[in-house]
């Protein structure tokens, strides 16, 4: 239905986009993410987001790092060139896929059926020997590999294709498992012993609290976005918001990381855990620099809280302004309210 209903939305314009960017700035964030098909897609409306994410390279204030949803080795390395030579504030990251559906779809690949939908146990989208090629070529082309793996049977099919990477000579901080929601215990084991990291979603608890327990059952509950569990075991864990899914106010995740919306509270983290969570996690999976020192990147946030304060006060908390490379990017800007 998304592909119908976005073939009638006009293209976005490069304006629309470094508008965009500039009200990621004003909640606090000096670099993204930013995940595009090299054909049309649901976000950008008619044609391809990454040539509209290219057009607008020159007006963007933060950094974008552009990971590549594509289907072929030639057409990874023909965006990655392109990325290349856009200049701006754009760089390739690598290759983005999926392996799975959602939990709010039932499409997630689940080891289990659903409690609330016992007829199935949600789909696998991933093709391991594919999966193997595009990730190398990847890895050749300076990118990193980014596959989106929901349930727990997804996950685990994912960390097998990673580990066989990992066997190949392929550093696995270049591998990272994008939500790793539902994880069966020996796979939160695997991820700190392979070192592949978990880019995690704590704004999902917040907006699944009402269904999450009635579609998993309260055994699987036990392991879902299980935080705690992954830093104990050793895995690097990044911070995301998945916006436009979910808001993306780093704060309002950094919240969640901590106090989990209620739900299975033993898997939360605690304030400086949940900082880095969003801060050297976050830039370490984007292949940034996460130091502060001497001649770092001035790349900073100013609030008008101290960012360890409880949960509830980072929910109001606000961005007074956001620097990157020492310039002044964003302040307060009412026209960007509709992202609150």
Same mark, same amino acid.
């Given at each position: 239905?998304? &592909? ?25 964030? $000096?670099? %993204? ?11 950008a ?11 607008? &390279? ?5 950094d ?10 030639? +057409? ?12 701006? =504030? ?29 007829? $199935? ?8 020997a ?8 990847s %890895? ?31 550093d ?24 592949? $990291?978990?880019?995690?979603?704590p704004?999902f608890?917040?907006?699944? /609290? ?13 392991? /879902?976005?299980?935080? =705690? ?15 436009? %899914? ?13 106090? =989990?919306?209620?739900? %299975? ?40 809280? +101290?960012p ?7 929910? $109001? &908390?606000r ?8 310039? =002044?990017?964003? /302040? ?7 992202i609150?």
């Amino acid at each position: 239905a998304s &592909a119908a209903v976005s073939a009638l939305a006009p293209p976005v314009t490069p304006g629309q986009l470094a508008a965009a960017a500039s009200a990621l700035a004003a909640v606090g964030l $000096t670099g %993204v993410g930013g995940i595009v098909s090299t054909a049309g897609g649901c976000w950008a409306g008619p044609g391809s987001e990454l040539d509209a994410l290219i057009s607008a &390279a020159p007006e963007l204030p933060i950094d974008v790092g552009v990971l590549v949803i594509a289907h072929t080795p030639d +057409d990874l390395t023909r965006a990655a060139e392109r990325i290349g030579d856009a200049g701006g =504030r754009l760089r390739f990251l690598g290759w983005k896929a999926f392996s799975d559906g959602s939990l709010g779809g039932h499409t997630a690949a689940m080891h289990e059926p659903f409690s609330d939908r016992p007829d $199935t146990r949600g789909t696998h989208r991933l093709d391991p020997a594919w999966a193997r090629d595009m990730a190398l070529a990847s %890895v050749r082309l300076g990118g990193r590999v980014a596959i989106h793996a929901i349930g727990d049977a997804a996950n685990g099919a994912v960390l097998d294709v990673m580990e066989d990477l990992i066997g190949d000579g392929v550093d696995p901080a270049l591998l990272r498992v994008e939500h790793a929601s539902v994880l069966t215990a020996d796979d939160i084991t695997r991820f700190g012993r392979l070192g592949v $990291t978990a880019c995690v979603q704590p704004a999902f608890l917040a907006s699944e /609290t009402s269904w999450l327990e009635k579609r998993l059952g309260p055994e699987r509950m036990s392991r /879902t976005y299980p935080f =705690r569990s992954l830093l104990d075991a050793g895995a690097p864990i990044a911070g995301s918001s998945d916006c436009p %899914v979910e808001p993306p106010h780093p704060l309002w995740g950094i919240a969640a990381a901590r106090d =989990r919306a209620g739900l %299975v509270p033993e898997e939360a983290l605690d304030a400086d855990e949940a900082f880095a969570l969003f801060t050297t996690g976050a830039a370490t999976a984007m292949g940034a620099d996460a130091g502060l020192s001497p001649g770092s990147p001035a790349d900073l946030v100013v609030l008008d809280t +101290d960012p360890r304060s409880a949960p509830d006060e980072l929910r $109001t &908390a606000r961005v007074l302004a956001t620097y990157v490379d020492g310039e =002044r990017v964003a /302040t307060p800007d009412p026209a960007a309210a509709w992202i609150a």
